[in-house]
């Protein structure tokens, strides 16, 4: 507010008085006398305004020192202490800071709130400048002003180029190096780049170096493993470091990289000799402080073959140390001459020259095996491989037709029982019942195939019911029932899944196993969701997960099964297993009178397993277009066999019936 003085406006008004006419009436000088001594009155209370005086006596602010803590490029530590509030309200306290003396709070400033109680108060100050005099001291603000500590003055440190330690070298090799320094200090200023820099001169910098590194920023160790230095050569390195100030720069020092020379190799005696193979190899006993990139051995008609001019060679790996080679491809009956070899930097050398003679070849000798065992479908057979003509048996077994002398290239069917010598025995399978076969033992190296003799037999005939199926590794039986041939078991082929995932077109039957259990399936067979079981067909009565000769049945096949067992009504319970050890009681009117030998196998879904003990659930290969699929059910307390639908991400039993 705008100070005016008493003095002036007294002149004033007198002045203005004088030159008003003393002849205006009395109530107008009354009005005049009340507005002068309004206007005396308030120039007597604008004048005496004043900042009031700190508190004192019991109402004293008491400030304690203010303290430096410690100082930085471009911060500082300060502490200080309220001692006492005298009682008063203290709104905010902090520090205060200028490059001239006696800062207030109108200058830079922290503020640290408010306060009701004798505390000790610090702060961090910040965005200061280096190399700096700064004064420096406390405050509190109470209701009517501001009382400060004690004033100090500091002085921010001086940035510059960084510290950088001197490299220390280890790990030399012929071509490389490890380097490890550390940057000590960056004076103030973050270090950007720091790495290390390498001539074969003494005198270098990073502008004229041979070559350098750049191992990240900051402060603390780094480290660089050096590669691309030429052997035998000595080179002169040093650390640096660079901040906004410029380049640093550890003592120089001195390395040498190790000289090569050619490796040392002794070549190993041949054996296992063959009509095409033999065995070698050789003994790295040194690598000429170089690094073995390739060794093995080459062979060829000349006394002293070589990797440039050979018949062949091997490589074996590299280092050093005893290595194994092994030498194919070759003829039989021929004089070879085998070298081992070694390379490294400097170059190739040579072990002494070894001779040796590979064997004649020949067909194999062999006998065929009487048939054994005979079946409407399989038999057993095999065979003895006598001589394998100074050659490798790669494959034998036997083959067989059903109009004589079968052959690999003439037959119904052939085994493949392994390879060497010595007996074997072959499974005949997928023959036809009644059947005349002639059969024959075959071996083959790499002179060619030979046959033994030819033997015959007679496939038996077997009616449904004695007919068993080996499908996945596990043996399914059969029931006649009506003029249907039914599979009596769950079917359980395939690769048991979790019961959260879905089921995929991936070549591969999957499977789930009630609670995830593959044992649950050994007993009640495998869940299939019903494009799994179809194999990803829409085609009614398709062999889907089936085996061969078998298929999955339709509505009509399911229908006329339970008209056989006397309709849907009563069926469920010839075609149910007897007894509760896998049916919950009461398991009504199960009789398996037909042979049919059903189990509740439950649901499967992608949430949860249910119904296991109380439902056996079995798809049909009908209705699968939509959503749903067509299913017939039997049940724990009734004694029917019902038809239905349902989702056909369920997973479901499945029972074959024959084609």
Known sequence: MKKYSPILLFHTTRNWRTNVSWRANANWRANISRALLSLLLLAALTTCKKEPAAPSGGNKIEIGQTNIDSIAYFTAKVSSALE??????????????????????KDDK????????????????????????????SYITYNYGTVYGTEQSVQTLKTGTPE????????????????????????????????????????????????????????????????????????????????????SYGEVKHFSTIPITVPEVSTTEISEITIN???????????????????????????????????????????????????TILQDDFTYYVRAYVTNEKGTSYGEAKQFFTLTLSLPDLMTATPSEITHNSAKSGGSILFDGNG?????????????????????????????????????????????????????????????EVE????????????????????????QIGNQCWMKENLNIGIRID????????????????????????????????????QYTLMESAQGICPDGWHVPNHDEWTVLTDFLGGTNVAGGKMKETGTTHWNPPNTGATNSSGFTGLPGGNGNLQWFSEWGEFGFYWKSTGGVGEDAGKISLYYNNEGAYNGGDSKNRGKSVRCVKD
């Not at 910098?205 to 191992?215: E, K, P």
């Not at 780094?222 to 030429?230: I, M, P, Q």
């Open 110 to 137: 922290t503020t640290l709130g408010k306060l009701d109680k004798p505390v000790t108060f610090s702060s961090e100050i910040t965005d200061l400048e280096n190399n700096t005099t700064y004064h420096i001291r």
């Open 277 to 327: 193979s033999a065995k070698s190899g050789g003994n790295v006993s040194s690598n000429g402080n170089g690094t073995v990139t390739a060794r093995g051995v080459v062979w060829g008609i000349n006394e002293n073959p070589t990797v440039e001019n050979n018949t062949g060679l091997t490589t074996d790996g590299s280092g050093t140390g005893v290595f194994t080679s092994s030498l």
């Open 499 to 534: 019961g959260s995932e879905d089921m995929l077109d991936n070549q591969v039957i999957e499977k789930y196993c009630y609670y995830n259990n593959e044992a649950n399936c050994d007993v009640y067979g495998g869940l299939y969701q019903w494009d799994e079981m179809m």
């Open 84 to 105: 006492s509030t005298g009682g008063n309200e203290i709104p905010q306290h902090g520090f205060c800071w200028n490059t001239e003396k006696d800062p207030t709070t």
């Open 164 to 247: 950088v330690d001197s490299v220390q070298i280890s790990n030399v090799t012929i071509n490389s190096a490890h380097f490890i320094s550390e940057v000590l200090a960056d004076s103030g200023l973050n270090v950007n780049i720091r790495g290390f820099c390498w001539d074969t001169d003494s005198v270098f910098t990073i502008d004229d170096c041979l070559d350098s590194t750049v191992v990240g920023d900051g402060l603390g160790i780094f480290n660089s493993e050096v590669s691309g230095l030429n052997e035998g050569v000595d080179y002169f390195v040093k650390s640096y470091a660079i901040n906004e100030k410029g380049i």
């Open 456 to 479: 015959d037999f007679i496939t038996e005939d077997l009616p449904c019911g004695e007919l068993t199926i080996d499908y996945g590794g596990q043996i399914y039986h059969t029931v």
């Open 392 to 452: 490798t048996v790669t494959a034998l077994g036997v083959c067989w037709n059903t109009n004589g002398n079968p052959t690999l290239e003439n037959n119904f069917g052939f085994t493949n029982d392994g390879s060497g010598t010595g007996s074997f025995t072959s499974i005949i399978t997928g023959l036809t019942e009644n059947t005349t076969y002639f059969v024959a033992a075959y071996a083959i190296n790499q002179k060619g195939t030979a046959y033994g």
